[in-house]
């Protein structure tokens, strides 16, 4: 039973971030990043990034470099079986900034076949949960800047000439989520969600009732009836617009707390019964987790009677709040 509820945990956090590199959208910039011009939406699984040029190589055989993240030194970390499950990461640095890289073989990762293989969730889960699993490594120990899954140079020179060339901001941005994590709610709205608020508060839907309970034959109580559910089925949407807009507002006026708001998930993308209401990132210091999991807690038990519930998770690489890493 213990390794049935291990895999569970595991699917569910490799779902997670499928879902998580999938669907974010065009992000603004924290004040302390103004000045970035690379912040471009983190959409990895549409559009690798596959540099074409000059290829290293590795044991005589062409490679390309796979790039997981940026830090700050010193680069003291243990070498990683890489995302192609056979070389090892390394670290490239230009002064106190590193690269965690390693060589993949350039005939397997490259544009034509990682933009064919996106489809293919038995190749793409691994290397993926790879990814990730390398990224939280590095954050044991530094801040970092994730790279979106699949972002490939030609060579270890190009790499170094990124980190050269956005090293001040780079470094600035390490400095600034250094006491600070990344994580996740997604909101969850059950079926009868809002159903009974509507009701309550519609005028409309009220005379509709009372024409239902007077109609004259069943073929107009059944139009009468399908017109409610229509009108029903239409404001509930806009409430439950207008909780996650509440919702997300309420989270975001507790203290020292940044946000970023993702596209919501279809019931067949999350497997979940009730419909994605709220998708949420929030960056916050590390000495306010405790209290913002609390407060989250709190949230959902004042929000029970409408039918909702909450996923928190946590923390994540901060992909919704770091300057694109890209070509």
């Known amino acids: 039973m213990e390794d049935e509820a291990i895999d569970a945990r595991q699917e569910t956090q490799d779902r997670d971030t499928l879902k998580s590199l999938k669907s974010l959208k065009s992000l603004k910039p924290l004040k302390p990043l103004k000045s970035l011009k690379s912040l471009e939406p983190l959409n990895p699984l549409k559009s690798l990034n596959v540099e074409r040029g000059t290829t290293s190589t590795v044991s005589g055989l062409e ?9 700050r030194g010193p680069a003291l970390l243990s070498p990683q079986k890489g995302i192609d499950g056979v070389n090892t990461t390394l ?9 965690l890289v390693s060589p993949v073989p350039s005939d397997e990762y490259n544009e034509e076949i990682l933009n064919r293989r996106v489809e293919d969730l038995r190749w ?9 699993e390398i990224v939280r490594y590095v954050m044991g120990f530094h801040s970092v800047i994730p790279a979106r899954f699949g972002t490939i140079y030609a060579s270890d020179e190009r790499v170094l000439e990124v980190l050269r060339s956005g090293y001040d901001e780079f470094c600035s941005h390490l400095d600034f989520i250094s006491d600070k994590e990344e994580w ?3 909101v969850y709205a059950e079926e009868g969600a809002g159903r009974e ?5 519609s005028e409309v839907i009220s005379q509709l009732d009372k024409r239902i309970s007077l109609a004259t034959s069943p ?4 139009l009468l009836r399908r017109k409610r559910e229509n009108l029903v089925s239409q404001e509930r949407i806009d409430y439950l617009n207008s909780l996650s807009d509440r919702l997300y507002q309420q989270i975001l006026s507790w203290d020292r707390i940044e946000g970023r708001r993702n596209k919501v998930l279809s019931k067949r993308a999350t497997g979940k019964e009730g419909d994605m209401i709220l998708n949420a990132a929030f960056l916050l210091d590390k000495l306010d987790v405790e209290a913002f999991k609390e407060k989250v807690d709190a949230l959902a ?14 923390p994540w690489p901060c992909y919704n709040f770091c300057p694109n890493v890209g070509l």
């Open 124 to 132: 793409l889960t691994p290397r993926v949960r790879r990814h990730e």
């Open 301 to 314: 038990v004042s929000y029970q009677r409408d039918v909702i519930s909450f996923e928190i998770s946590g």
């Open 91 to 99: 670290v490239l640095s230009y002064k106190d900034l590193c690269a």
């Open 184 to 186: 996740g709610i997604k």
């Open 219 to 222: 073929g107009q109580a059944y």
């Open 197 to 201: 608020a509507i009701a309550a508060s």
């Open 63 to 71: 490679s390309h470099i796979y790039l997981y993240c940026l830090f």
